[in-house]
């Protein structure tokens, strides 16, 4: 069964600083990787999905990548502001939509 | 462009009692749906999926149980709620042959 390992499981950087999130899973026959974002007692927001063939994705300040061999996914932040400050996800999928879950790690970006 | 519903958004119910949460997707047709539920300081587990009206498929054995009378309309059930089933509960979609899911604002129930 998949398991999935978020570090650090919280986070709290000053405001303007670059970071990386980890993700580590298990089971590395995966078709793709999803990173979240919750907000606290709300659903989740998608934010980037990285497909088992591709390296990284980027979307504005986010970048994420994927090692797949090595069971590894990163989550990189710039220029963060005190708008992340979330819960961040990861999910790889193996097969039938099935998606797994980490814990999360909880970014506080200090103004 | 899609929505997708979920309510009740908090809940208090006691032991014993019966559930039924509802999710509700708007702007696709034949979506594939999702329950998860998020346990205090656990990640989101995967309750049931559904690919079809009457097509559920369980993923942890429990006592909630899930139903889909409608393409776009998932309910999730218990007939006797425990303490354990307290959670956060996320209802989710995604289009058939496509790999990113969309979650619902979810449904926070506390069992008492």
């Known amino acids: 069964k998949q398991e999935v390992t978020q570090i650090p499981a919280a986070l709290s950087v000053p405001e303007g600083e670059n970071l990386v999130l980890n993700c580590s899973f298990t089971d590395s026959a995966i078709y793709n990787l999803q990173w979240f974002r919750q907000d606290p007692g709300k659903g989740l927001t998608s934010l980037l999905l990285i497909q088992s063939s591709q390296r990284e994705q980027t979307s504005g300040r986010l970048n994420a990548s994927l090692d797949k061999s090595s069971g590894r996914s990163t989550l990189y932040i710039a220029a963060s502001q005190p708008g992340d400050s979330a819960t961040y996800l990861c999910a790889p999928e193996t097969g039938a939509n099935n998606l797994f879950f980490g814990t999360g790690t909880r970014l506080t970006v200090i103004p | 462009s899609q929505t997708i519903h979920q309510w009740p958004a908090t809940l208090v119910q006691p032991v014993g009692s019966p559930l039924s949460l509802e999710c509700t997707v708007e702007?696709?047709?034949?979506?594939?749906l999702y329950w998860y539920r998020q346990a205090a300081g656990r990640g989101l587990q995967l309750l049931f999926y559904s690919v079809g009206i009457g097509q559920i498929s369980s993923e942890v054995p429990q006592n909630l149980s899930a139903s889909r009378p409608q393409d776009r309309q998932f309910i999730l059930s218990s007939k006797k709620l425990l303490l354990s089933d307290s959670g956060f509960y996320l209802c989710?979609?995604?289009?058939?042959?496509?790999?990113?899911?969309?979650f619902g604002p979810g449904t926070r129930l506390t069992v008492t």
């Open positions: 702007g696709t047709s034949n979506p594939n």
């Open positions: 989710a979609w995604s289009a058939v042959l496509a790999n990113e899911q969309y």
